[in-house]
């Protein structure tokens, strides 16, 4: 397969997906990105998004995966077919809030880490809930000044 470059895509064409954007209003128990919380989609190459029914967008707050290069406002596609192994940035529903964080199995128990030297690593067993929803494919990063000009 000859993938096309993103300036040759042709939006609407069989070489284009919808990818749903999800909001920011999330409830405990979030299961799936119902349309409820659908704020939009974004056209992406279907090669970037090999399988588009389990595939959304998510907008990244915070700073907690800095070292993973992921930032504040970043857009997370987030794939919820692949199996999470050890390494894999992951989003997480802890305790009914969902969270990017970085797996990881020591001694055949799972953690979920910060990629933030600031903040600590946590053992899955030590929150009530936890469930890995699903795996980041990629994400964008928006390259805007977020300072003021003088």
């Known amino acids: 397969m000859n993938p096309l470059a993103v300036d040759e895509l042709i939006l609407g064409s069989s070489d284009a997906v919808r990818v749903p954007v999800i909001g920011r209003a999330l409830c405990a128990g979030f299961p ?20 588009p029914p389990a595939t959304f ?28 192994e050890n390494g894999s940035v992951v989003v997480a529903v802890v305790d009914g809030q969902l969270s990017c964080k970085r797996y990881r199995t020591v001694d055949n128990r799972a953690r979920l880490d910060f990629d933030n030297q600031d903040m600590p690593a946590f053992s899955v067993d030590e929150y009530g809930e936890v469930e890995i929803w699903g795996v980041l494919r990629f994400s964008i990063r928006w390259h805007l000044a977020r300072g003021r000009l003088s």
């Open 32 to 51: 799936s990105p119902a349309d409820d919380f659908i704020e939009g989609a974004l056209e992406l190459p279907r090669w970037l998004v090999p399988n």
């Open 57 to 84: 967008l998510m907008q990244i707050r915070g700073d907690s995966m800095r070292g993973a290069g992921i930032h504040d406002r970043d857009l997370a596609c987030i794939d919820r077919s692949l199996r999470a």
